[in-house]
């Protein structure tokens, strides 16, 4: 029988273990930052051991830095923090994304950006969204601390083997319809928690059809969907993003060859197995309190049948019936490393053409990465959002996660492209409402939720937006 392309990438790692049990894996690339990192460093020191391949590990400052003044960190633990790795990295030679330099960047951005993120590659990082690296192909996955100081002291780490998951998505993609959708679409239809358990792959003509970030979007949300690991067949648009970046293999043509080999053979068998077509997705926006809770752009918020929706309700101050237009929106964040990528700003800018941020709407962008806030300021994407009313910002994971003194206003509604709305997830008492990021820049302008099927103003082409 046939081999799925997590059996293939799996089977090249094993080291020890039997199949069924725990098997020690090598770890190809190890990402890690300030937040998850000192305990694993501090433990080598204790011990007196060695980083086993500093080569293979690369660092970044994403969650404690600000976002206005970098240079000016005013939380003492933050400021411990990023000097730690600093020291850290010095001492046990690992190479740092210099803080302010063009590398530096969220974690799940960087790797990809440097060429790092390879396919058939295993990377962890101490962070559960490290399935994003997924997108071209490797298997990656969040670690605890603990993972973290195995991986640096071994350059392995015992997991077992998942099960695996396929689904396929067929379709053309509605036009203001797009990937963050999708994945919003799967979580509200099968559960927060379906995937837990398994590897999962997505494939079909609408995945082959998606960008490179596009897809990096769906894999980043896979934990959402309780998926450990989220995969995707690479192919030419693979190769082609990796193609002459900083950590590409040098042997690039040779590298390619065996990246051909990486797909799930046709007689292959997944132990579980959905098939959606999103011919006619709506744009998704969630109305509580996890990102199940979801819905299609004009569908009216259920009734409270259990003391989860009671608690949303409550928590969330909406009630059954409404829709997403009648959420009072007051706060928009475009950011996170689910999406503040440079095609979701692009996208987001069609919808801002000769238009204004609503005066009670604060609006806010924290690119995901300097390499993208570089790129987008020389573009003129940059000028569009500022000319527009909103902030721009410098990068980190800012308000998704709010470790860096980001946080929206207690008992603000905001529409944001992160991929968590828990209770307090953006700030205390904070009422996060998930969408893509054009969603949310078209809400922005429009001071509510609008249906961007609908806008006339998206322009049509990536030229016609670029003012520089």
Not at 407 to 434: D, K, V, Y
Not at 454 to 459: A, F, N, S, T, Y
Request: hydrophobic share 35%.
């Amino acid at each position: 029988m046939g081999k799925t392309l997590y059996d293939k990438v799996w089977q090249t790692h094993v080291l020890a273990g039997e199949e069924g049990e725990s098997q020690l894996i090598y770890i190809d690339l190890h990402m890690i930052h300030e937040v998850t990192s000192p305990q694993g460093f501090e433990s080598l020191r204790t011990e007196g051991r060695h980083l086993r391949a500093p080569e293979k590990t690369i660092a970044t400052v994403d969650h404690n830095n600000p976002t206005v003044d970098i240079w000016n960190v005013e939380d003492a633990l933050s400021r411990q923090q990023i000097a730690t790795l600093e020291r850290n990295c010095k001492d046990f030679n690992v190479e740092l994304m210099d803080y302010g330099g063009a590398d530096q960047g969220i974690v799940h951005m960087v790797g990809p950006e440097l060429g790092a993120t390879q396919p058939g590659k295993t990377i962890v990082c101490g962070d559960s969204h490290t399935a994003t690296h997924g997108a071209f192909g490797a298997i990656a996955f969040g670690i605890g601390s603990s993972e973290v100081e195995h991986v640096f002291a071994t350059q392995c780490l015992w997991q077992k083997k998942l099960k695996t998951l396929g689904v396929k998505v067929t379709g053309e993609l509605q036009k203001g319809v797009y990937s963050k959708d999708i994945i919003l679409h799967l979580i509200h239809t099968y559960g927060a928690d379906f995937g837990a358990g398994y590897a999962m792959e997505f494939f079909g003509d609408t995945i082959d059809n998606l960008s490179m970030e596009a897809r990096m979007t769906m894999c980043n949300m896979g934990i959402e969907f309780g998926s450990k690991v989220t995969m995707i067949a690479p192919d030419e648009k693979t190769y082609e993003y990796l193609k002459g970046r900083r950590k590409a293999p040098v042997a690039f043509d040779e590298a390619v060859e065996y990246w051909q080999t990486l797909y799930t053979d046709e007689d292959a068998e997944y132990d579980a197995y959905i098939e959606i077509d999103v011919s006619d997705l709506a744009p998704y926006v969630t109305w509580g309190t996890t990102p199940a809770m979801g819905l299609e752009f004009g569908e009216a918020f259920p009734e409270a049948s259990d003391h989860n929706i009671e608690r949303a309700y409550e928590y969330m101050e909406l009630e059954a019936g409404q829709t997403a237009e009648d959420i009072p929106l007051e706060y928009v964040f475009v950011g996170s490393c689910t999406n503040a990528r440079l095609e979701d700003l692009v996208e987001g800018a069609k919808y801002l053409k000769g238009r204004k941020v609503a005066d009670h709407i604060t609006a806010v962008v924290v690119p995901g990465s300097r390499r993208v806030k570089l790129e987008a300021e020389a573009m003129g994407l940059a000028d569009q959002y500022i000319e527009a009313g909103f902030e721009w910002r410098e990068p980190g994971c800012s308000a998704c996660i709010s470790m860096n003194g980001d946080t929206i206003p207690p008992f603000m509604h905001c529409a944001s492209t992160t991929n968590r709305n828990f209770e307090g997830r953006q700030g205390p008492n904070s009422r996060t409402h998930l969408c893509s990021p054009a969603m949310a820049v078209l809400a922005a302008v429009k001071g509510k939720f609008y249906d961007t099927r609908l806008d006339d103003q998206e322009v049509k082409s990536h030229e016609a937006i670029y003012s520089a």
